[in-house]
């Protein structure tokens, strides 16, 4: 099925000539075409153009990157933000800066493309345990790290076609004892997850320090670029030490502007959370009274996992015939075997729509 967006993507949104009820894609705030984030990025392109082209680190430190740094600072509840180019990155941030800290990284199985490539581009030996498994994370620091050695596990907080959330709680005493650290790719948790929409460790109530986060912009807060945070001198001395800092551009400045009035929104208006929540649990409450095993986290993706006897290709493109646009995901990280229907709750999203798409899936299953 081809299909082209034509409009701006909200609760619904007009795809191929007609206007659709949107559950896909990361938008679970519904910020990207909030009046207020719009009129930012517009009012910011007026100012300064499309691009600084000067390196922030030369002459081009420039105060719509500063005011996103400070917004984002006090939107995680830390002294000091950094912001680069791409959620992709901020892995690759993590990891590069601090390799002084860690001898032996071990990885989810099913960890996020942005994870192996940071992990491979540090040249330390890699481990895999089984996907959210923290008794397989036992087995493989007991086979695998040497006298003194420093483990560094890397995974998704939330991953991003299952849904699942990773058990940092429990991985959290197995490395202590071993001056380990978790450093974790935040996307899809940043602006949903935890009291203060801070994502997994803020879920978790685990303190900053050992757990590291690195969140994207992309996502729940409907801009992008990538982020992470910390007190002012982890954080300095992650910029010091980062070749993505020093060698890549930020994101353009309306961009910045865009993302600094949706961390705003995001922080003063912690309604959206909460209404994502509601929504999100009316989704997976409906669900279950159709016969799909649901967790009851506040994740808001629905993951329709492929079985027999279900072809859940057609059942996507009927969702689609009928005004309802899901994705069907076969080839990413976390996709269960044989590929599956994801479907994504906004904030946004009213009662009827949420109702209706449970009626249509009841009747197409
Ligand atoms: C877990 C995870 N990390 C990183 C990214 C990349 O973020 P960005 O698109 O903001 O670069 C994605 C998806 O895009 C993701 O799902």
Not at 153 to 175: C, H, K, N, R, W
Not at 282 to 305: H, N, T, W, Y
Request: proline share 5%; net charge negative; charged share 20%.
């Amino acid at each position: 099925m081809k299909t082209s967006i034509q409009g701006r993507v909200g609760a619904t949104t007009l795809i191929n000539g007609k206007f659709l009820d949107v559950f896909a894609g990361t938008g679970y705030l519904g910020l990207q075409s909030h009046p207020r984030v719009i009129r930012a990025a517009a009012d910011c392109l007026e100012q300064y153009g499309v691009s600084s082209t000067i390196p922030r680190g030369g002459l081009g430190e420039h105060p719509v990157y500063a005011e996103l740094e400070t917004r984002a600072a006090e939107f995680f509840g830390a002294e000091k933000a950094s912001l680069f180019a791409s959620g992709y990155l901020g892995p690759s941030f993590l990891a590069q800066s601090t390799a002084t800290l860690y001898d032996v990284i071990f990885i989810d199985s099913d960890a996020h493309f942005s994870i192996w490539d940071a992990a491979q581009g540090t040249n330390k030996p890699i481990f895999v345990f089984h996907h959210r498994d923290p008794d397989d994370l036992e087995r493989q620091l007991a086979a695998h790290l040497k006298p003194n050695e420093r483990p560094l596990v890397f995974t998704d907080g939330v991953f991003p076609i299952s849904g699942e959330i990773a058990p940092l709680d429990a991985y959290l005493p197995l490395i202590e004892n071993l001056s380990g650290r978790i450093f974790v790719d935040d996307a899809h948790a940043g602006g949903v997850l935890g009291p203060h929409g801070r994502g997994t460790t803020d879920y978790f109530a685990l303190p900053d320090g050992v757990v590291r986060s690195c969140v994207t912009l992309s996502k729940a807060f409907g801009t992008g670029g990538g982020l992470i945070y910390g007190t002012r001198g982890w954080v300095e001395a992650l910029e010091k030490a980062s070749r993505i800092s020093a060698g890549a551009s930020s994101i353009p400045l309306a961009m910045a502007a865009a993302a600094a009035a949706s961390l705003q929104i995001a922080r003063e208006e912690p309604s959206l959370r909460e209404q994502l929540w509601r929504n999100v649990s009316k989704a997976k409450q409906g669900m279950r009274e159709i016969g799909f095993a649901m967790d009851d986290s506040p994740v808001p993706i629905l993951c329709i996992p492929a079985q027999a006897g279900l072809n859940l290709i057609a059942v996507r493109d009927r969702l689609f015939d009928r005004g309802i646009a899901v994705e069907w995901v076969q080839q990413y990280t976390s996709v269960p075997a044989g590929g599956a229907l994801r479907i994504a709750i906004f904030a946004t999203h009213s009662e009827s729509q949420i109702r209706r798409l449970i009626d249509e899936l009841s009747h197409l299953i």
